[in-house]
């Protein structure tokens, strides 16, 4: 089994910076491509960035410029630096993650509980 474990998000006043986490844990072989993407209340949910296996990057422009997403491939923990945020930022964010994994080293899509962030003063 495979697991993705978010941490870090929590109440900040507009401005403000938070760093989310996403560990994978079980049986991996590699991660390929690891996201982030957000929910807010009455929403979609919608792609905040994404970033791939040769650390290329993507970015919804309503981000850019504001958050920086990145990798630990040795810890398999993806991270999410969250910078001048506001209120319209406030949303569950989730990680997910394309894993291969198993005899046949198939690739299998994986999403995290989900953490709540909150930008309000």
């Known amino acids: 089994q495979v697991q993705l474990v978010e941490s870090g998000g929590g109440l900040v006043q507009p401005g403000g910076s938070l760093r989310l986490s996403c560990a994978a844990s079980?049986?991996?072989?590699?991660?390929?491509?690891m996201d982030w993407y957000r929910q807010a209340p009455g929403k979609e949910r919608e792609l905040v960035a994404r970033?791939?296996?040769?650390?290329?990057?993507n970015y919804a422009d309503f981000v850019k410029g504001r958050f920086t997403i990145s990798r630990d491939n040795a810890k398999n923990t993806g991270y999410l630096q969250m910078n001048s945020l506001k209120p319209e930022d406030t949303a569950v964010y989730y990680c997910?993650?394309?894993?291969?994994?198993?005899?046949?080293?198939?690739?299998?899509?994986?999403w995290g509980q989900g953490t709540q962030v909150t930008v309000s003063s």
């Open positions: 997910h993650a394309n894993i291969r994994r198993g005899v046949n080293n198939l690739e299998y899509s994986y």
């Open positions: 970033i791939r296996s040769g650390e290329t990057t």
């Open positions: 079980g049986s991996i072989f590699s991660i390929n491509v």
